[in-house]
C-alpha cells in the first residue's frame, strides 16, 4: 500500500490498496479498492484498456499461469537428490558388470590363444614320432 497520493475508502475512510485486475474485461488495470468487500469498488487508477491490450495481457496471463503449474511438476531439490543417489549405485552396479565382462573375455582370449598352440605341440610331437 505504499503509494502516493492515497486513495482511501469512501465509506469507513481507510487508505484503499491497489490492486491489478485480471478479469478478461480489464487484464492489468489497476484499482483501488477497500479491504472490507462489503464496502466494494472504490476508483479506477488506469483508464479502459484497448481491445488489443485486453487480449494480449490475458493471452500473458494465461501463459504465466501455465508455466507456474508446469513449474509445480518439476523435479524438487530432494527428487533430484533422490536421483543422484540412484545413479550412483547403479553407477557401480554398471562397473562391477563391466569389470566381469572384462574379465571374461580376458579368459575366453586365453582359452582362444592356448588351445590351438596345444594342438600344434601335440600335432609337432605326433609328427616327430611318427617320422
Known amino acids: 500500500m505504499d503509494y502516493e497520493p492515497a486513495k482511501n475508502c469512501g465509506l469507513c475512510g481507510k487508505k484503499a490498496p491497489r490492486w491489478i485486475s485480471w478479469s478478461p474485461a480489464n487484464p492489468g488495470r489497476r484499482y483501488y479498492s477497500c479491504v472490507e468487500a462489503q464496502h466494494g469498488f472504490v476508483e479506477w487508477h488506469d483508464g479502459p484498456t484497448t481491445p488489443f491490450l485486453c487480449d494480449l495481457l490475458g493471452d500473458l496471463r494465461d501463459k504465466v499461469w501455465m508455466l507456474e503449474e508446469e513449474a509445480t511438476q518439476l523435479p524438487t531439490e530432494n527428487d533430484v537428490a533422490v536421483l543422484r543417489k540412484e545413479l550412483e549405485k547403479k553407477t557401480i552396479v554398471i562397473s562391477e558388470i563391466v569389470a566381469r565382462c572384462?574379465?571374461?573375455?580376458?579368459?575366453?582370449?586365453?582359452?582362444?590363444?592356448?588351445?590351438?598352440?596345444?594342438?600344434?605341440?601335440?600335432?609337432?610331437?605326433?609328427?616327430?614320432?611318427?617320422?
Open 102 to 131: 572384462e574379465k571374461k573375455v580376458e579368459s575366453q582370449m586365453y582359452k582362444s590363444m592356448i588351445y590351438p598352440l596345444i594342438l600344434f605341440l601335440a600335432g609337432f610331437v605326433a609328427g616327430m614320432i611318427l617320422s
